[in-house]
């Protein structure tokens, strides 16, 4: 039996969540704060929990606020017109929840969870899922359930009658604050907050009338029978969670024994452990019977207590008998002293350590491995088999956290199935794109999730080559590229390490103080992959600057030749050519493509900046540098003493041509940077070390910079 995916709906920052798991292991990536244990938590009540507490918090704050705007005046008008408990269902109730089916209830949109569950018809036993085939096709081998939080008009109907008096009481006192002053600031505050206390209040009543149901359904969960019971549903899975926040000892002050407890489970499941653990009681009983030992003590105890029982006979008429200490022992007491005394050691070099003396990763690592063997050992194939481990990565250094991710995707690869849930990047990017599920805020309060899967099987089915040779890139590049992306709140791709050093260094100034506070990935892509990432970044959502150079034609030296220059960089050509398909834009048509801010593509996600005319002219990054800190373009034409003076200077590690050239010769920029192309990193470091950032920042940098920054 097998998990296919689970789609959840209306669910705290959900709107819509769909989840597909793979056979094995699926890792479920997001930042802090992004949704992953909200999901875990969901679906640990609906198929573990029998309490299944559900409140308000956990449905979407607009759906409810939609839902007490329209029945809010219902409320009222029932409360403050001839209103009685007997009436709540025919004159509020059938407003709300009508009897008759052809009415249009008005509900609050609550968590649906709908669960999709394959089998293999040749080695799966479906004899518990049997009554829940909703479809006689000999080709489907589906299962599809529904769990649904459902109001019930009866008890909400009850929910209101006990409270009907004190409702009553509250919708009057509002009505008595409007009839005085209602344009008093004092009064408006006071009717707003009853109101809102109010609202609540009748939220809550709905909410506690909401009583899970689960339905089978058809394939498309149109046709819906509903279940007996709820755990009629939970008996068809066995899923096992692992919690993030684990007690383990690391210090001596710890006595949880948390890896001795379960070290402990994990024995009991094998037959000669136990035949020992039941023999142990009675050969621990028969020395302490043989010896007499509890005679023993209660003579002891009877010689010591003797005073004191002197003492108590002489206040209550000497009736009190022989006061002393007897030992009951039993098998029970001796096999729960075992289990108290049994702890997990560490035998290393002949010396026995107790658990306490492992780190905190090592020791969690552990724990985690205890528990999925006690989990192998305890499926069910008749049920859908699935165990969920919440952030493992807790306390595991980073190589560490790639080697156990590797194990569990190896280990598990054919066998039961897995999701883990990280905010690890080395996880990430150990995982890679096909085990991976992906949850982004896009809001404070509303999340979504992305799955990387099924980008990556569209592009592979795609008829299109290029969208196959895209896949292929997605696959062979995700762990040494662009893994980072998957938690980043905006992206930076540029063309080369200098380029890093720069716009690292640029980011530290306090005008950019907003990114800074941000997590922003830095792909390094070269000028011609940059625009393989857009499929990506329009999926996760990511406002992405994208920082590269015109590279016109390095002949071009006056500015007529280079605004009728063609281009040679791949990204621009690529994003120009989205909205003017076929063709090869010329270094002017740039020029007005981004003036007129066509550059911001992909519903503004995207924003690609390059060197344009108020950069000098100016090709790569380097001559734009120079260009905005000498206030010169590349046409310009300088003596060779006076380049000399200006790199004495500027204390800017830039070379000057030297070969057959006079003082008195002049050299432009584009010279200086032919000569300085085999040592940008020297150039880019004096910018750096000389304090020279933000005065060779160029302004297409800059303008990208403050883009991003909105």
């Known amino acids: 039996m097998k998990l296919v995916e689970m789609s959840i709906v209306n669910y705290r920052q959900f709107k819509k969540a769909d989840i597909s798991f793979d056979d094995g292991i699926t890792v479920l990536a997001g930042a802090n704060n992004s949704g992953k244990t909200s999901l875990i938590t969901l679906i640990k009540n609906v198929f573990n929990d029998e309490k299944n507490v559900y409140?308000?918090?956990?449905?979407?704050?607009?759906?409810?606020?939609?839902?007490?705007?329209?029945?809010?005046?219902?409320?009222?008008?029932?409360?403050?017109?001839?209103?009685?408990?007997?009436?709540?269902?025919?004159?509020?109730?059938?407003?709300?929840?009508?009897?008759?089916?052809?009415?249009?209830?008005?509900?609050?949109?609550?968590?649906?969870?709908?669960?999709?569950?394959?089998?293999?018809?040749?080695?799966?036993?479906?004899?518990?899922?049997?009554?829940?085939?909703?479809?006689?096709?000999?080709?489907?081998?589906?299962?599809?359930?529904?769990?649904?939080?459902?109001?019930?008009?009866?008890?909400?109907?009850?929910v209101i009658s006990k409270e009907f008096e004190k409702l009553k009481k509250r919708f009057k006192e509002i009505q008595n604050y409007k009839a005085n002053d209602y344009t008093d600031e004092k009064i408006k505050h006071n009717i707003e907050l009853k109101e809102r206390y109010l609202k609540q209040r009748i939220v809550t009543l709905y909410v506690n009338s909401i009583v899970p149901t689960c339905y089978f359904c058809d394939e498309k969960y149109e046709n819906r029978c509903q279940m007996d019971d709820v755990k009629q549903f939970r008996n068809l899975f066995n899923f096992c969670f692992i919690k993030a926040s684990r007690p383990l000892d690391d210090d001596l002050s710890d006595h949880s024994h948390s890896i001795s407890k379960q070290m402990i489970k994990m024995a009991k499941l094998d037959g000669e452990w136990n035949e020992l653990i039941d023999e142990l009681p009675d050969e621990i009983l028969k020395p302490i019977q043989d010896k007499d030992i509890s005679k023993k003590v209660q003579e002891t105890s009877l010689n010591s207590l003797k005073e004191t029982i002197m003492a108590i006979e002489e206040t209550n008429g000497g009736r009190s008998g022989e006061l002393m200490l007897d030992m009951l022992i039993t098998e029970e007491d001796i096999s729960d002293l075992l289990q108290r005394i049994t702890m997990a050691t560490y035998c290393v070099d002949g010396y026995f350590l107790g658990e306490e003396s492992q780190g905190l990763g090592y020791s969690n690592m552990i724990y985690i491995h205890l528990q999925l063997n006690e989990y192998e050992n305890s499926t069910d194939?008749?049920?859908?088999?699935?165990?969920?481990?919440?952030?493992?990565?807790?306390?595991?250094?980073?190589?560490?956290?790639?080697?156990?991710?590797?194990?569990?995707?190896?280990?598990?690869?054919?066998?039961?199935?897995?999701?883990?849930?990280?905010?690890?990047?080395?996880?990430?990017?150990?995982?890679?794109?096909?085990h991976l599920r992906v949850i982004r805020k896009t809001d404070s309060f509303l999340s979504e999730l992305h799955d990387l899967l099924k980008l990556i099987n569209e592009l592979q089915e795609s008829s299109n080559s290029e969208d196959k040779l895209l896949a292929n890139f997605y696959d062979w590049f995700f762990e040494i590229g662009y893994s980072e992306l998957i938690f980043a709140d905006k992206a930076i791709f540029y063309e080369g390490d200098t380029e890093r050093l720069y716009i690292r260094k640029l980011l530290t100034l306090k005008k950019y103080e907003k990114l800074k506070q941000q997590y922003i990935a830095y792909i390094q892509v070269g000028g011609a992959y940059a625009k393989n990432y857009q499929k990506m970044i329009e999926l996760l959502g990511i406002k992405s600057l994208v920082i590269t150079d015109i590279d016109y034609s390095k002949d071009a030296e006056v500015i007529d030749e280079i605004e009728s220059s063609e281009i040679t960089n791949a990204t621009i050509k690529a994003f120009y050519r989205i909205d003017n398909p076929e063709s090869n834009p010329t270094v002017?048509?740039?020029?007005?493509?981004?003036?007129?801010?066509?550059?911001?593509?992909?519903?503004?996600?995207?924003?690609?900046?390059?060197?344009?005319?108020?950069?000098?002219?100016?090709?790569?990054?380097?001559?734009?540098?120079?260009?905005?800190?000498?206030?010169?373009?590349?046409?310009?034409?300088?003596?060779?003493?006076?380049?000399?003076?200006?790199?004495?200077?500027?204390?800017?590690?830039?070379?000057?041509?030297?070969?057959?050239?006079?003082?008195?010769?002049?050299?432009?920029?584009?010279?200086?940077?032919?000569?300085?192309?085999?040592?940008?990193?020297?150039?880019?470091?004096?910018v750096v070390l000389n304090e020279k950032v933000e005065k060779t920042e160029p302004n297409y940098i800059q303008g990208g910079l403050e883009w991003l920054m909105k």
């Open 381 to 434: 194939s008749c049920k859908v088999n699935v165990f969920f481990v919440e952030e493992p990565e807790s306390h595991m250094h980073p190589q560490m956290q790639q080697v156990f991710i590797k194990y569990l995707i190896e280990h598990y690869k054919n066998g039961i199935q897995g999701l883990i849930t990280t905010h690890s990047n080395e996880m990430v990017r150990v995982a890679g794109i096909k």
């Open 55 to 158: 409140c308000e918090s956990d449905i979407p704050a607009k759906n409810m606020q939609d839902w007490i705007n329209r029945v809010y005046p219902i409320f009222e008008r029932f409360f403050l017109g001839d209103s009685v408990i007997e009436k709540i269902d025919e004159d509020l109730v059938e407003y709300i929840l009508p009897k008759n089916e052809e009415g249009h209830p008005i509900c609050i949109d609550t968590t649906r969870l709908r669960v999709h569950v394959s089998y293999n018809p040749e080695k799966d036993d479906i004899k518990l899922f049997a009554d829940y085939i909703m479809d006689l096709d000999e080709d489907m081998h589906d299962f599809f359930f529904e769990y649904y939080y459902e109001i019930k008009r009866p008890k909400f109907i009850r």
């Open 588 to 686: 002017k048509d740039l020029y007005e493509w981004k003036n007129k801010n066509k550059n911001i593509i992909s519903n503004g996600l995207i924003y690609t900046c390059f060197q344009t005319n108020n950069d000098g002219y100016s090709r790569t990054l380097e001559e734009a540098m120079l260009s905005k800190y000498f206030s010169i373009d590349v046409t310009t034409s300088l003596t060779k003493r006076e380049w000399i003076e200006k790199k004495e200077n500027s204390k800017l590690k830039f070379v000057i041509p030297t070969k057959g050239i006079e003082e008195e010769n002049s050299i432009k920029l584009r010279d200086i940077l032919k000569s300085t192309s085999s040592s940008k990193t020297n150039f880019m470091y004096s």
